[in-house]
């Protein structure tokens, strides 16, 4: 094992951060003059049942980072092992990310795709710097659940649970 102290090689660091599997999701809102946003996100766990809230984090660097800071609701979509496609396209730098896809309107107009594993319907309650990014805890107001496997990610390749 290469141990790595005081100044992070940046590749070697995201290279292991990498052995640790995730899920993926999309995280959607709309701002306040109507635009939908989202995004594809990695950085997504629990954090208490009671009351129920979750965690994740966006880059600062992100032309979008303001209007997810500034939102009050947004939607976390849970990809399906089918997904990966769309994990890729919220990825990309396109302008419209929703022309053409179907879904629905959540909790203040946010985004709730179709066809994903789990979604969660989140109110923007507490935003924390992290370094280059900004962590967000949430309360989550509704979800929903299917019996769909969900897409991993895990050594800079997607997978699926066999």
């Known amino acids: 094992m290469t141990a790595h102290k005081n100044k992070v090689d940046v590749r070697a660091f995201r290279s292991a951060l990498g052995t640790f599997a995730t899920g993926i999701t999309v995280v ?9 946003v989202g995004l594809t996100v990695n950085s997504f766990n629990s954090v208490s049942l009671e009351p129920p809230l979750v965690v994740w984090s966006l ?14 609701y947004y939607a976390i979509n849970v990809l399906a092992e089918d997904q990966q496609d769309l994990s890729q396209h ?3 730098r396109l302008e419209d990310k929703f022309s053409g896809l179907g879904f629905s309107e959540g909790l203040g107009g946010a985004p709730l795709l179709e066809g994903c594993c789990a979604r969660f319907e989140c109110r923007n309650t507490v935003r924390h ?28 390749a997607y997978r699926r649970l066999a």
Do not use: K, M, Q
């Open 90 to 92: 919220f990825a990309s």
């Open 59 to 72: 880059a600062r660097s992100l032309p979008f980072a303001a209007d997810f800071e500034n939102c009050e």
């Open 129 to 156: 710097p992290g370094g280059d990014h900004v962590v967000f805890i949430s309360e989550v107001e509704r979800f929903e659940r299917s019996e769909r496997a969900p897409l991993i990610y895990h050594g800079g």
């Open 28 to 36: 959607t809102a709309c701002t306040a003059d109507g635009r939908r």
